[in-house]
């Protein structure tokens, strides 16, 4: 009787048990399809556009292109359209002329390109013109080709702002200066911006007190930026007197070495562009300046001169957005704004 009686309660135990588990897996099922009906279609929610435009450059991680970038893209998408990043967060690297291409082939209907003067810049460019593709140019400019418009900066204009800061470090002795330059033929902004500084101090009295000098640092490898200015400033040559860095990589790249170096105080360095870093090291004098250029505008610029060429079959041949140059007898307005947009 005793073995009876507790087969029977092990008996009523399973069964509750079973029971349970079924309720729970039939209440998980309807909650589960509860939630399917409650989710958008992928047709509602996928977001459709008129136009289709692309941004093609060739540093894709590159702040200053990001941020023009963000501001076209931003314009574009108020006016109902989308402007693609060609490139960004893929697994194959392409080139900026292979991304170029891409653009073309896909028919887009407008292309943003960071250029250059090269030959087979130019035939793309000409190609996307035959093909109906309008091409505005960004940062850097390509004069031979049927682009539309050129949104940049004063390159000559930069390269003054420079030379009036170079003046400012007026000593005794001579002082050499040092441009670090692309080790590229067909990038004719820096040229200009050398033209500009080497202008405005052989103008000044004081001209006297610089020599001037280039430095064409690789780009062939992944680190060949890095590894150029890290071989200079970690030698046992004494650095020059003052460095001029012409775009944010260099910038950055030189801050580093002299702080990984302890070189820091022995030039004075003068950057391009900003970002957390450069406007820290300005903050603590390892910095002497930067000089920056309105990204927002360039990238208000881009959106306005390819509608004004879609509109009206024409646009202003070129659109220049606002310098500034960046000390430390300003930087802290930068930091504030920089505190505020995060």
């Given at each position: 009787?005793?073995?009876?009686k507790?087969?029977r309660?092990?008996?009523?135990?399973?069964?509750?048990?079973?029971?349970?588990?079924?309720?729970?897996?039939?209440?998980?099922?309807?909650f589960f399809?509860?939630?399917?009906?409650?989710?958008?279609?992928?047709?509602q929610?996928?977001?459709?556009?008129?136009?289709?435009?692309?941004?093609?450059c060739?540093?894709?991680?590159?702040?200053?292109?990001?941020?023009?970038?963000?501001?076209?893209?931003?314009?574009?998408l108020?006016?109902?359209?989308?402007?693609?990043?060609?490139?960004?967060?893929?697994?194959?690297?392409?080139t900026?002329n292979?991304?170029l291409?891409?653009?073309?082939?896909?028919?887009?209907?407008?292309?943003i390109?960071?250029?250059d003067?090269?030959?087979?810049?130019?035939?793309?460019?000409?190609?996307?013109?035959s093909?109906?593709?309008?091409?505005?140019?960004?940062?850097?400019?390509?004069?031979?080709?049927?682009?539309?418009?050129?949104?940049g900066?004063?390159?000559?204009?930069?390269?003054?702002?420079?030379?009036?800061?170079?003046?400012?470090?007026?000593?005794?002795?001579?002082?050499?200066v040092?441009?670090?330059?692309?080790?590229?033929?067909?990038?004719?902004g820096?040229?200009?911006?050398?033209?500009?500084?080497?202008?405005?101090?052989?103008?000044?009295?004081?001209?006297k007190?610089?020599?001037?000098?280039?430095m064409?640092?690789s780009?062939?490898?992944?680190?060949?930026?890095?590894?150029s200015?890290?071989?200079?400033?970690?030698?046992?040559?004494p650095?020059?007197?003052?460095?001029?860095?012409?775009?944010?990589?260099?910038?950055?790249?030189a801050?580093?070495?002299?702080?990984?170096?302890?070189?820091?105080?022995?030039?004075?360095?003068?950057?391009?562009?900003?970002?957390?870093?450069?406007?820290?090291?300005?903050?603590?004098?390892?910095?002497?300046?930067?000089?920056?250029?309105?990204?927002?505008?360039?990238?208000?610029?881009?959106?306005d001169?390819?509608?004004?060429?879609?509109?009206?079959?024409?646009?202003?041949?070129?659109?220049?957005?606002?310098?500034?140059?960046?000390?430390?007898?300003?930087?802290s307005k930068?930091?504030?704004?920089?505190?505020?947009?995060?």
């Open positions: 009787m005793m073995n009876l507790n087969n309660q092990i008996t009523y135990i399973v069964t509750i048990c079973l029971s349970v588990m079924v309720i729970a897996t039939i209440l998980s099922i309807v399809r509860y939630q399917l009906k409650t989710l958008p279609a992928a047709s929610s996928a977001p459709s556009f008129e136009r289709h435009y692309a941004f093609v060739s540093k894709a991680r590159d702040n200053f292109n990001n941020a023009v970038y963000e501001a076209a893209s931003e314009a574009f108020s006016d109902g359209d989308y402007l693609e990043f060609m490139g960004r967060n893929l697994n194959t690297q392409y900026r292979e991304l291409e891409i653009a073309i082939d896909a028919k887009v209907d407008g292309i390109l960071e250029a003067e090269s030959e087979e810049v130019t035939k793309l460019i000409n190609r996307a013109n093909e109906g593709i309008p091409v505005i140019t960004m940062g850097s400019d390509n004069t031979s080709s049927g682009r539309k418009s050129f949104v900066f004063g390159y000559y204009d930069v390269g003054q702002n420079y030379g009036k800061e170079i003046l400012k470090q007026i000593k005794d002795e001579p002082q050499t040092l441009i670090l330059m692309k080790q590229d033929t067909d990038n004719t820096q040229n200009t911006i050398f033209q500009g500084i080497r202008d405005t101090l052989n103008k000044s009295e004081s001209s007190y610089f020599r001037l000098g280039t064409a640092v780009e062939t490898s992944t680190f060949g930026a890095e590894e200015i890290s071989s200079l400033i970690m030698s046992d040559e650095l020059p007197d003052i460095m001029i860095c012409l775009n944010e990589l260099y910038t950055t790249c801050l580093q070495a002299l702080v990984d170096y302890n070189r820091v105080g022995e030039t004075d360095l003068y950057g391009f562009y900003t970002n957390n870093t450069i406007l820290q090291d300005i903050s603590k004098n390892i910095l002497s300046a930067t000089v920056t250029v309105d990204t927002k505008q360039m990238g208000r610029y881009c959106f001169a390819m509608r004004e060429y879609e509109r009206y079959g024409f646009v202003n041949e070129y659109m220049p957005a606002d310098i500034e140059v960046i000390t430390a007898d300003n930087v930068y930091l504030e704004k920089e505190a505020a947009d995060e």
